[in-house]
């Protein structure tokens, strides 16, 4: 996005209560999604494509995810990508941007060049127009960008918004100097820890091994430096949450890139909806799957094999929540 949109062309909301689980989710319909060169570099989790078909079959499997949410009350504001210039990874739209309840919008730098055209005022404008999301300003960090500082959004960040806490794993994608600046303007904490895969390679983004719901937290203790882990782990539990520890194994299966929304039963009342792909869902061994849905009221299981294959992300990576005025 060359010029960031302008708060004062829309409508201002009031900071409302705290809450942990957004209601709607804004999600992009690839063009050309395939397998990036410039993002392999520092996510160990893409792998090359094996046969032709992917962008149809990266389409179909997003078609799925926004017509499941949707089945479960969920509001989702889904945009077609446009094909040039092309964008391989714009199924992933929650590292460039976040909504946040007090009508904050924040547009994240990106390291990969080819990611930088995923910013798209049409965007904003269609989940303002579609969601009702008012804006109250637009903090834009991507000036960052010029200095090789990049924070990719809430791939980069994992937040407990009841605690006001930013959980980071530091990765070429995700500058403790870009948190800090981002943590002063929305009134975070931020809970900074290094975590490597089983080859000892930085995990790219912190929501691949983390994630915190309204009673649970996911999070993959094993990759988590020894020095920082009883640290991480004592400020999740310190929430009241149930915190339940992922392996190597299972973080590389996305077992810890879940999301949980809110949304609305007519018979129960305010719902909770834990939403995973398939590929978690089987990393799971059942004692692990039973304590999570019993912090929770819904788990939904998509597939999404080809996004995960080509793309090194999973599910929560292609929703980025819309907390909506109340």
Known sequence: MDTPPSAAAWSVQTHPRARQCADAVLMVKPARFGYNPQTAASNAFQRPAEGPGAGDAARAECDALASALAGEGVRVCLIEDTPEPAKPDAVF??????????????????????????????????????????????LDLTHHERQGRFLEGTGSLVLDHRSRLAFACRSPRTDTRVLAEWARELDYEPVVFDAADRAGTAIYHTNVLMSIGERLALIGSEAIAPGDRGHVQE???????EVIALNHGQIERFAGNVLELATWDEALGEYRVLVMSESARHALPEGDFARISACTDEVLCVPVPTIEHLGGGSVRCMLAEVFLPP
Not at 102 to 124: F, N, W
Not at 235 to 241: A, D, I, K, V
């Open 235 to 241: 400020r999740l539990r310190s929430s009241g949450r």
């Open 93 to 138: 739209p929650n590292n460039w941007v976040s909504f946040h309840a007090d009508g904050t919008v924040v547009l994240y730098p990106m390291q990969a060049p080819s990611r930088r055209a995923e910013r798209r005022r049409d965007v904003i404008d269609a989940v303002t127009e579609r969601l009702g999301f008012r804006v109250s300003r637009v």
